[in-house]
């Protein structure tokens, strides 16, 4: 649900997914929502409209976490396949999987100048990757 803060009334609902959505991210402009959802996939929609503009698949579990990039051409997704993805959203594909996570991905954040990735996951573990070499930094 899209909801507007001054009245606090519904703007609109955007219907799409299989399951529960456990996520949702806007893009640096505002103009497209990410939501990351136990079908395993994350959805693009624009926000005007209140369409979906593509669907992401390729994690093999719940998508429990979605992050624009600060230039926003690049989303990170954190999954409870221990995965995360960078996704190239002008095509959809998937750029990198970071794995080093032992299990579920809870948590993806990029830095301000979008070289870093902060994951955090159930293995209790917070990893800060290099987005260049796909590398972890530090654990």
Known sequence: KLWNISS???IST???HQSYVYSVAFSPDGKTLASGS???TIKLWNISSGNIISTLEGHQNYVSSVAFSPDGKTLASGSRD???KLWNISSGKIISTLDGHQVDVYSVAFSP???TLASG???KTIKLWNI???KIIST
Request: proline content about 0%; glycine content about 24%.
């Open 38 to 40: 136990g079908d395993k």
């Open 121 to 123: 996951s159930r293995d």
């Open 14 to 16: 955007l219907n799409g």
């Open 82 to 84: 221990n995965t995360i």
């Open 8 to 10: 606090g009334k519904i």
């Open 132 to 134: 260049s070499s796909g």
């Open 113 to 115: 100048d979008g070289k």
